[in-house]
Each structure stands twice: as C-alpha cells, then as structure tokens.
C-alpha cells in the first residue's frame, strides 16, 4: 500500500540553525501538508500547498518557515533559523482530493532544538 | 469557532467493551470529520469519516455518529481489543481551498486485557 515517506526520522540541531524535513508524498496525491505535534498535545496545521504554491497556512507558520516542492516527488519544511520552541513533532501529509478524502500521514519526524 | 473540543481526555476500558469518544464544534462550515488513530511514535493514520449528509458510518467495529443539529460527533469502538490501545483525534475541515484541518485534543485509549 503506497504510503507517506519522510526523512529524518529524527533530527537533532542547535538553535538558530537551519534544518530541512523531507517528504515524499503518496505519488498520484495533488495536495500536501505539514503539520506539527508538541509532545503531548494536538496535531496543528502549518501549511498546504496545492499546484506549487501555498494555499493555505497557520500563524504558526511564520517567515521562518518556508515549503518547496524542489522536484516531483519530495515535498520539504524548511524552518531557516530554529528555536527552541520548534522541538516538536512534524508531519508531512498528503491527499489525493481537496476535500472529502482523508489526509494520509507519514511517520514523522522528531525535530530537537537545543 | 476554529476549534474541536474533544472528550473524554483518556479513556481505560476492558477487552470487549464499548470505548466512546466524543467531539464537539462550533463552525457549522465543516463539512468532513475524520477520525485518526495515533500508535505512539507513529503519525496519525485515517480511521474512519462522515460528512454531515448521513448520521452514522459504520465501518467493522468502528462506527461514527453524527448529530448535526447538535453540531456534535462521536467514535464508537465495539468489542474494543487490547490492540486498539492508541490516542485518538477527531478532526474538522471545511469544502474550501486548502483543507485546513483542525484536530480535536486526542483521547487516551487503554484497552484491558
């Protein structure tokens, strides 16, 4: 069954330093997402991305963050200089429709800021 | 009006019971409600959905009921099985470009053996 691949599994870095989480989405899937997860808490939006743009993003998502489909196949999150407070889990997702099917998620990416 | 209030916050049940969670919303806008199931370590991963057009959708020993009126929905598992053991989120979205979706808190279930 085609699934949501992402990479690292797990990414350790200094803050202030730039990290890229990568993606590959389900291939015959149009519409892609990031989300984030604190330890412990809810799953939240960052951003959506359709036809090679934004469609859609979070307050979270501020001018740290930015998404790039650099080929056609990964998808990838780039936070330009980390925080603390980026130590989270991100979630890259994609679906085939833009609505009325569900989003499938890859396995994450345990991001630690120190 | 963004968000998803989801209840109980965990949840123990014993092997064969019925484990109900419950989500509430308030923007009337939100036209598909997943639900998802998060093993730990792992992403969520698509359990089972509804639109606001039926009331309940029942898909093996997963059921969702919908209560429109009452702008309410909740996930029923029977004959819950230790396996079941996860957290589980309910979602929100609306039919506009984009498809943000908003999640629920999670709910802690633990399934006896």
């Known amino acids: 069954e085609p699934e949501v691949t992402q990479t690292p599994s797990h990414q350790v870095t200094q803050m202030g330093q730039e990290v890229i989480l990568r993606c590959v989405p389900i291939?015959?899937?149009?519409?892609f997402y990031w989300y984030r997860q604190i330890l412990g808490q809810k799953v939240e939006f960052l951003v959506s991305?359709?036809?090679?743009?934004?469609?859609?993003k979070s307050e979270i998502f501020d001018d740290q963050f930015s998404v790039e489909r650099p080929d056609g196949s990964n998808f990838t999150l780039k936070i330009r200089s980390t925080k603390l407070e980026d130590s989270a889990m991100y979630f890259c997702?994609?679906?085939?429709?833009?609505?009325?099917?569900?989003?499938?998620f890859g396995p994450g990416t345990r991001l630690l800021v120190l | 009006q963004q968000q998803v209030k989801q209840s109980p916050q965990s949840l123990i049940v014993q092997k064969g019971g019925i484990s109900i969670i419950n989500c509430a919303y308030e923007?009337?806008?939100?036209?598909?409600f997943p639900w998802y199931q998060q093993f730990p370590g792992k992403g969520p991963a698509l359990l089972i959905a509804?639109?606001?057009?039926?009331s309940e959708k029942k898909e093996g020993r997963f059921t969702i009921s919908f209560n429109k009126s009452a702008k309410q929905f909740s996930l029923h598992i029977m004959d819950s099985q230790p396996g079941d053991s996860a957290t589980y989120f309910c979602?929100?979205?609306?039919?506009?470009?984009?498809?943000?979706?908003?999640f629920g808190p999670g709910t802690r279930l633990s399934v006896l053996p």
């Open positions: 997702a994609s679906s085939e429709v833009r609505t009325g099917g569900g989003q499938y």
């Open positions: 509804i639109r606001p057009d039926v």
């Open positions: 979602a929100a979205t609306t039919d506009n470009y984009g498809q943000n979706f908003v």
């Open positions: 291939s015959n899937h149009l519409y």
């Open positions: 923007n009337t806008a939100f036209d598909y």
């Open positions: 991305f359709y036809n090679n743009e934004i469609s859609e």
